[in-house]
Every structure is written in C-alpha cells, then in structure tokens.
C-alpha cells in the first residue's frame, strides 16, 4: 500500500481490494490469509493510509469458499471490534454469472448479505460473458445497441448508503 500511496501522490487511499484470495491454493488456509490480510488493512486504517478495504472475489462466494458472514466475522477479529473497515466487495455479473443477481432479488446471496451490512458492492465483467469453449465474448453491447467499457466495473449501492 505504501508504493501505492507514493505512486498516486495520496496519504490516504479510499478502498483497496484483496484480489482474489481464494487462488491461495489451501481452502483451509484461506481464512488464516484473509484474517492477516485484514489485519494489515485495519492497521493501515488506523493510521490514516486507508479509508476502506474490500474483497474482489471471482469464484470465492460461487463456489463456497466464503461468505459476507464470514469476512464480516474476520475483519471484526482482525480489528478487535466490529467497526472494522472491510466496506466493499466485488463479484463477476453477467448475462453468464446472473445466480448472484437471482438471490439478490430476494435479498440473499454475497449482494444480499452485503446490503445488510452496508457494504458497497462492484460487479466485474458485467457486458461479457464466456462460451463453453472459453472464448470471450461481448454481448451486451451488440443487445442494447451500444458499448459498454467491460473493463471498468460497475457498483452497486445498497439504498441506505447511497448519497
């Protein structure tokens, strides 16, 4: 965070994102990795450097290997108290990846639980989706008749913390 904060000039950033954790290849390591990655946030934080963090998860929340519980449940242990700053989360959303959109209809799934508890939510590749033969492709561009930066997320706030 410290080459970040010299790089764009800030002493403090807003969010910083934990990319994909669940790659830490041991599912039963993975809570012991977010716990002190947590920690190293919530101390950045408290010394100014940080505003909040979140999670950027592509497959963590779809294939079981972690909850908004369970992050919530962490980053209150790494803070020592539950006004910890993990704020944010980020999930892939598209026409391909939409299960996360069907719970979040009836307030369930990672959004969901997310909204409970106040948290911003980002969704990553929101305009592509993937074939079965793992070709990339663009459709919601060509559906709605314009372009859409697939590269740039889109986020979601739940309606009690928008501003």
């Known amino acids: 965070m410290e080459r970040t904060r010299a790089a764009l000039g800030r002493a403090c950033l807003d969010t910083v994102f934990l990319h994909n954790p669940e790659r830490t290849g041991d599912p039963a390591v993975l809570p012991i990795v977010l716990r002190e990655a947590f ?3 919530e101390e950045a934080a408290t010394a100014g450097h940080l505003s909040t963090y979140g999670i ?3 497959s963590g929340f779809t294939e079981g290997l972690t909850t908004v519980e369970e992050l919530d449940r962490l980053a209150t242990e790494a803070a020592g108290s ?8 980020q999930l892939p959303v598209s026409l391909v990846e939409a299960d996360v959109l069907e719970l979040a209809l009836d307030s369930r799934g990672p959004i969901g639980e997310a909204a ?3 948290w911003q939510v ?3 590749a929101p ?3 993937v074939s079965s033969c793992g070709q990339r492709l663009t459709i919601l561009p060509r559906c709605c008749g314009r372009g859409c930066p697939s590269h740039r997320p889109a986020c979601w706030q739940p309606p ?3 501003e």
């Open 122 to 124: 980002f969704v990553s």
């Open 127 to 129: 305009c592509t989706a």
């Open 82 to 89: 539950p006004d910890h700053r993990l704020r944010v989360g």
């Open 116 to 118: 409970e508890h106040g």
């Open 39 to 41: 920690a190293v946030r």
């Open 56 to 58: 950027a998860t592509w």
């Open 160 to 162: 009690h913390v928008q």
